[in-house]
């Protein structure tokens, strides 16, 4: 009896007309994979977001940490953040005091800002950009994704090995093997398409 070319539905069909039990074909487990893929794409967004457009943007300051009571601290869990305009974003600490200790921070991380305490806290200032800037702005976004690209390829790579290893020591068919590499193709086309859909995005911010 010849099985191959026939679908895992077919397969089940013919397991239950001859032996009266359905067949369930073989599943590898992809939720390492998953959450490296989900990792991948988290931290591709946290560096798009570290790449300053001209428009003020708080997530740029997620990095930005602070002294307080001997502590480091994040800057949200010491101030309110917002954006007053299309270029400044208002920092208001909870605490007065720490007006100076935030406005030296986000001097010290050198984000290319202008920065301006006042008596109702901190105020970031995003200073127009000059096509030569815009330029560099994009091919640094542009490099931050093919990192994420390289790392998501270097996963794959992991788990394509994993899944030929399983084949060879007779834990999976070779069908599903290339079932699997099937499945697995279809989860890098989808995160590569989300990759490229953030740096649109961000092209887009870039060139406004």
Not at 83 to 93: F, G, H, Q
Not at 104 to 132: C, H, M, W, Y
Request: hydrophobic residues 40%.
């Amino acid at each position: 009896m010849v099985l191959l070319g026939l679908s895992a539905l077919h397969l089940s069909w013919l397991f239950l007309c001859l032996f009266g039990v359905y067949w369930v074909p073989m599943a590898y487990d992809f939720k390492p994979f998953d959450k490296k893929i989900g990792e991948i794409g988290e931290w591709l967004g946290r560096e798009l977001s570290g790449v300053r457009t001209g428009r003020a943007a708080p997530a740029i300051l997620d990095g930005i940490t602070v002294e307080s009571y001997g502590t480091r601290m994040q800057l949200n869990q010491v101030a309110n953040i917002g954006v007053e305009d299309a270029r400044t974003i208002r920092i208001a600490p909870w605490e007065a005091s720490m007006a100076k200790e935030i406005e030296k921070a986000i001097t010290v991380a050198n984000l290319g800002l202008s920065v301006g305490a006042d008596e109702k806290g901190v105020r970031v200032f995003f200073p127009e950009l000059t096509s030569e800037r815009r330029v560099t702005l994009l091919k640094i976004a542009k490099d931050k994704v093919e990192e994420a690209r390289q790392s998501l390829r270097s996963a794959r790579d992991d788990v394509w090995s994993d899944i030929q290893k399983q084949e060879r020591e007779g834990e999976i068919s070779e069908d599903d093997k290339f079932r699997f590499k099937d499945e697995m193709q279809k989860k890098v086309d989808a995160a590569n398409a989300q990759f490229d859909a953030s740096l649109e995005r961000k092209e887009k911010e870039i060139q406004s």
